[in-house]
Structure formats: structure tokens, C-alpha cells
């Protein structure tokens, strides 16, 4: 059994007795919701500097660091290939399929994975934001799309726009969780292809937990049952969603906060709801260990 890591950006995952942490507490401003490719590939040489050979989950903390999760399905390169390629799948509220022209943004990573050649296909599941819908359909990268690399598997976002351009096969609308997650893994029963898992616990429901993020509707044996069944084929995983108190310092990245209005966490909440997410990760953590 591999040990989980603990990318310690913020602080704000809980004591895991078997994890490896590393200390990036100085990176936090600097990578924390968008930054250049440039310095993403700088943390990217920390990484693969820091990262044991073999290694469990990695908890990343708040969602605003999504966009590690490229680095970590970057470094299964050496494994595969378009010939043996993989399965990407996301549990997530949004898209991050989002336009962004200041580098890469928690919100934009998933079209750099769609164009890996050893990923096969990108499912993200649990939409429920209105990054898909009408109002906001030019903002998303559409080349994954179209080129069948990538599926949104969303609920009570109204997509009827994607048919009417030749998008009705990457668009997948149910009227319950319970729906989404049985036609997902039916979809699956037949495939054996390895699996990368990344689970943002924003797309959960409010009444499970507590993210930085706007939340979808999924319970958490929903992530459970996935897990269950594809567990023989997950040959990565990590998790991120977890609640953290960030100022930033550049003028620049509070405006783009701003834009995403994240709600404000009250501080009497902080410390309750941060225990809410240890003992969810836990959870997590046991199930996936079966199968990393």
C-alpha cells in the first residue's frame, strides 16, 4: 500500500498519520488559482524533486489548486502511451474547461489533460454550474469537445445549445446524481482502460460539506460507489475541495477572485467545517487505498 501526500499549500488538510507531507506554504501565492505556464513548470521541477517514486492520493487542499492535478497526470507519462493510454476522470462542479489567457487557472487545466496523448478521455462528473450553459458556452475550450476527447456529465444545467453545433455527444444531462453515476458506470463495465481519479468535493452537496466553491448535488456514496467499481483500474488519484481562507496580495488575483464570487466563510464555521472535510478525506482515503 502507498502512502497518501499532503501538498501543503494552505494549510488547511487535516493530520493523516501514514501521509507524506510537503511544505509549499511558500508557493500558495504564487500558484494559488491561475499563474503563468512558466511558473507552473517551476513547481512542476519542485515536484518531481520532492515526490517519492511511488506514492499514494495526493490532497491538495483548497480547489483553487486544481490545476496541480495536470502536473500529477503529466508524471504517468512515463507509463503510458497513446498505444497503452488512460481514462481521466473528474468529479467536479465546473468544467475547468474555461478560457484563460493569462497562463493556466484552476478552471482551465482539464483541455491541457483532453490533449495528452496517452489520455484517451476526460469525463468531468457532477456539473452543475452554469459554466456549460448558454450565457457562458464561448468561455469554454471547445476543441476537447469536438474532437471527442472530453464529456460533461452534468445535472439541471439547461445544454440544449451544444446540439445545435455538433456538440450533443460531449454533453450528457440527467435528472438525478443517482442517474448520472448508473449510466456513468455502465458506460465503464466494459472498458479496461487504467484510471487517473480527481475528486474537487465541491461537487457535493451542502448538505454533505463545506468547499471555498459554489456546490453541485452529489452525495458522497456516490464518489464511493465510482470508486467500488473502477477501483482495479485507478492507477492515480487525488482529491482536493477543502476549505481555506485566502487573501491574495496581487491586485490582480483578488479582482479574478472576485469575478468567481466565492463565498465568504465565516470564521466561527472554519474549524467545524475544515473537521467536517478531515473526516470525509478519511473516508475517501480507505476507499481508495483498496485500490492504489
Known amino acids: 500500500m502507498t ?146 476527447k472530453l464529456t460533461y456529465w452534468s445535472l439541471n444545467v439547461n445544454t440544449a445549445w451544444a446540439r445545435k453545433i455538433g456538440l450533443a455527444h460531449a454533453f450528457r444531462h440527467f435528472e438525478s446524481p443517482d442517474d448520472l453515476i448508473a449510466s456513468f458506470l455502465s458506460e465503464q463495465y466494459h472498458c479496461a482502460q487504467p484510471i487517473y481519479l480527481s475528486i474537487d468535493k465541491d461537487v457535493l452537496s451542502e448538505e454533505v460539506i463545506h468547499t471555498n466553491w459554489d456546490q453541485g448535488q452529489l452525495q458522497t456514496y456516490h464518489l464511493l460507489d465510482t470508486i467500488s467499481s473502477i477501483k482495479q483500474r485507478i492507477v492515480g488519484s487525488d482529491i482536493t475541495g477543502e476549505l481555506s481562507i485566502w487573501q491574495p496580495s496581487s491586485w490582480f488575483k483578488r479582482f479574478l477572485s472576485s469575478l468567481d464570487k466565492q463565498p465568504i466563510i465565516s470564521s466561527d464555521k472554519l474549524n467545524e467545517w475544515q473537521q467536517e472535510q478531515h473526516q470525509l478525506n478519511l473516508t475517501l482515503l480507505n476507499a481508495l487505498a483498496l485500490s492504489l
Open 3 to 148: 502512502s497518501p501526500i499532503i501538498l501543503n499549500f494552505d494549510h488547511s488538510v487535516g493530520q493523516i498519520n501514514d501521509a507524506k507531507t510537503i511544505d509549499v506554504n511558500n508557493w500558495q501565492e504564487s500558484i494559488r488559482f491561475g499563474c503563468s505556464e512558466k511558473k507552473l513548470k517551476q513547481f512542476q521541477s519542485l515536484l518531481e524533486q520532492s515526490l517519492p517514486e511511488n506514492y499514494g492520493t495526493v490532497l491538495m487542499g483548497s480547489g483553487d489548486y486544481h490545476h496541480i492535478s495536470l502536473l500529477l497526470i503529466e508524471n504517468l507519462a512515463k507509463q503510458y502511451s497513446a498505444e497503452n493510454p488512460i481514462q481521466v476522470v473528474i468529479f467536479d462542479n465546473h468544467p475547468d474547461n474555461m478560457r484563460y489567457l493569462f497562463g493556466i487557472h484552476c478552471g482551465s487545466w482539464v483541455s491541457y489533460v483532453a490533449s495528452l496523448p496517452f489520455v484517451s478521455h476526460v469525463h468531468v462528473l457532477g456539473i452543475t454550474s452554469n459554466d456549460i450553459g448558454l450565457t457562458h458556452f464561448w468561455e469554454n475550450r471547445w476543441a476537447p469537445l469536438f474532437h471527442k
